[in-house]
């Protein structure tokens, strides 16, 4: 245990005497390499560079960690990107113009299908990329690679690249990087087996090795025409460590809960290890390397062959980060906040007012099995919760929380801090303790719930519950009638609520590639009938919304705009429905513009409150059109796309 004392005091006065004069341990540096930079396609080669060179803190500046935000917004005057890409980050050289070419893709992103987004569009990604933290010192090279073959005309991208480095001292010391398999591979092709290229990769141990840490970027592309493969057909992979098998999965990513919803395209259909408009996460494994000095690494696909017309492959990064195990036997950080938080990547779940979700950590050598969490809003009452697990070394996991977490502000700062990891000192507190921004969740009083099923109603259902977890509520999947309006009325006792909408189809209730499935909404309303709350139908798998029933707070309602306007399907052969809602009775005009502004559509309605009307404009071309509901207090409008094919 000396040794291990006396290895740590020695690297922290290292670190402290090195790290520079505005460097304080446990604060966040900001690297922007790319600010809202204009990114479009180049057809002619299907992909096009965006190469910057940034300065990041020198090497005498130690880092604990390092997060990757990557930011999408719409061009001002153009589309947004219509297409689900790829868009690799790589790391092309680290420490000026001689230091040696590397070509590292440390992030992946595929692209939102963007053309529904408005000008005012944007939305935020993050993935932790402290394996990569070491390279990120002096004049770094950042490459932002976006691929596709859409028009570079009238479409695109503003993408943001901002690198958070949080400076401390590492958990485990990095003492090498490997490449392992990197590229894009064919699969199935008779030809050239993707085991061609999957071949196994030896490597020696050296006496700094303690650990070895595998980490895979991995998606599958192309449609063939025997399984859909690789995008859409779930096919398995080994990973195998000197001839043992460590993992068996399937390459597949459930993407009907995507946060980023609704987009234009097949957005909710599951993939090969990846969504449109997400980050690609990584398949992270450490290798206790025990002494062994000779290793071999492997990855084995799935057997398969397309003798007909194969075009499937799977884009590969991997490497292997050589680490000397963690200095500290006891030491648990906070890794996220994801329920009270206001970030674009937790929005299905939040607000909240109950049950708070955080994401922990353990840094230490020792298997983390018990720990004190504190938890609150900032002012207000905090709370204990002793947890109890079983986390080995450099896992994750997240916790749910008890309580009710209700503020008297809109906005509010929620903060944790975890103590005692084994019923010990944490041997590094710099990480221990985490804030977000909270919102409150409405306040309601008696409510209507307004509940329009779709011609597939055996697929969906609702239920809420209290903050127990009790249901007040239910109804299941199977029993619903297709294209029934249902409405139930609550009068519930002070509490914090959830409803939850749920489609085991996975397709919502409203999804322009099923038009058959038809059409339905969920709204909530005041007991005379007027908004209080309306849901997006196209919510592919869930609606999660959270509510307060409270004697204290004043009832507040959501910003709702008027007229709820929703065409549907949103892409259409020229013949769609298109669903509105008034508070009051309106007199209105409904218009369709094409995109030049020219009207090739209009229809009054007097004294009109809510409806669905049928609207034709067959004898238009392809293309994109706006939707406009025309009242004397203003105008709501929606955009469409109409295509006869594909």
Not at 1 to 9: Q, V
Not at 11 to 29: E, H, K, M, R, T
Not at 171 to 189: C, E, H, R, V
Not at 618 to 628: A, I, W
């Amino acid at each position: 245990m000396c040794k291990y004392i006396a290895k740590y005091l020695f690297f922290l006065s290292v670190i402290a005497g090195a790290v520079s004069a505005y460097a304080i341990p446990g604060d966040s540096i900001h690297v922007m390499s790319h600010n809202k930079v204009f990114v479009v396609t180049d057809p002619t080669k299907g992909e096009n560079s965006y190469r910057t060179w940034s300065e990041f803190p020198s090497q005498q500046t130690s880092y604990r960690k390092a997060i990757l935000y990557v930011t999408y917004q719409c061009p001002d005057n153009l589309h947004c990107g219509e297409w689900d890409y790829i868009d690799k980050i790589v790391l092309r050289k680290s420490g000026g113009l001689k230091a040696d070419t590397l070509n590292y893709e440390i992030a992946r992103m595929i692209s939102p299908y963007g053309w529904r987004f408005g000008n005012d569009w944007h939305f935020t990604w993050h993935v932790d990329i402290t394996d990569f933290a070491p390279l990120l010192h002096d004049s770094v090279e950042i490459d932002f690679i976006h691929t596709g073959y859409e028009s570079n005309k009238d479409r695109g991208w503003l993408v943001t690249l901002d690198f958070k480095l949080t400076e401390g001292i590492p958990a485990m010391q990095q003492t090498g990087i490997k490449k392992l398999w990197n590229g894009s591979f064919p699969y199935g092709d008779t030809l050239q087996s993707i085991e061609d290229f999957l071949t196994p990769i030896k490597f020696k141990a050296k006496d700094n090795y303690d650990i070895a840490r595998m980490r895979i970027l991995q998606t599958g592309h192309g449609m063939d025409d025997l399984e859909n493969c690789a995008e859409f057909c779930a096919k398995y992979r080994d990973v195998i460590i000197d001839n043992k098998i460590i993992d068996h999965k399937k390459i597949w990513r459930k993407c009907g809960d995507n946060p980023l919803y609704p987009q234009a395209g097949t957005w909710i259909f599951d993939r090969a290890n990846w969504c449109p408009g997400t980050m690609v996460f990584p398949d992270i494994y450490d290798i206790e390397l025990a002494g062994k000095k000779s290793h071999t690494v492997d990855i084995n696909m799935e057997p398969y062959v397309n003798h007909s017309k194969p075009s499937a492959n799977y884009y590969f990064s991997s490497f292997l980060f050589f680490l000397k195990e963690p200095w500290a036997v006891n030491d648990v950080s906070v890794e996220e906040i994801i329920s009270p938080n206001n970030s674009d990547e937790y929005s299905r779940i939040n607000p909240a007012c109950s049950n708070p979700i955080i994401k922990i950590r353990n840094n230490g050598r020792e298997v983390l099995r018990n720990l004190k969490i504190t938890y609150g809003l900032e002012g207000d009452q905090q709370f204990t919760h002793e947890w109890f697990g079983n986390l080995q070394s450099s896992k994750t996991q997240e916790i749910i929380l008890p309580g009710i977490i209700i503020s008297k502000e809109i906005s509010a700062k929620f903060s944790v801090s975890l103590t005692n990891p084994n019923g010990k000192e944490d041997e590094y507190l710099l990480d221990n303790e985490m804030s977000s921004v909270t919102i409150q969740p409405p306040v309601y009083e008696k409510f209507i719930l307004a509940f329009r099923t779709n011609k597939d109603s055996t697929s969906t259902s609702y239920k809420i519950i209290n903050s127990a977890g009790s249901t007040m509520n239910e109804i299941v999947p199977g029993i619903l009638s297709p294209n029934t309006l249902y409405l139930d009325t609550f009068d519930l006792i002070p509490d914090c609520y959830t409803l939850t909408v749920t489609d085991t189809a996975g397709e919502g209730l409203d999804f322009w590639f099923n038009p058959e499935g038809g059409y339905g909404y969920v709204r909530l309303l005041d007991i005379e009938g007027r908004l209080i709350k309306s849901f997006v139908s196209d919510f592919g798998s869930t609606i999660t919304h959270q509510f307060i029933v409270s004697d204290d707070l004043l009832t507040s309602f959501p910003n709702e705009s008027l007229p709820i306007v929703n065409p549907f399907p949103m892409r259409n052969p020229g013949k769609f429905d298109l669903d509105i809602f008034f508070d009051q009775p309106e007199k209105v005009t409904v218009i369709v513009e094409d995109e030049n502004r020219g009207r090739v559509y209009e229809q009054a309605l007097e004294n009109f409150k809510e409806g669905i009307i049928p609207i034709d404009i067959c004898s238009q071309p392809d293309g994109f059109y706006f939707v406009k509901v025309v009242t004397n207090n203003g105008s709501e409008e929606k955009k469409i796309k109409v295509k006869r094919d594909g």
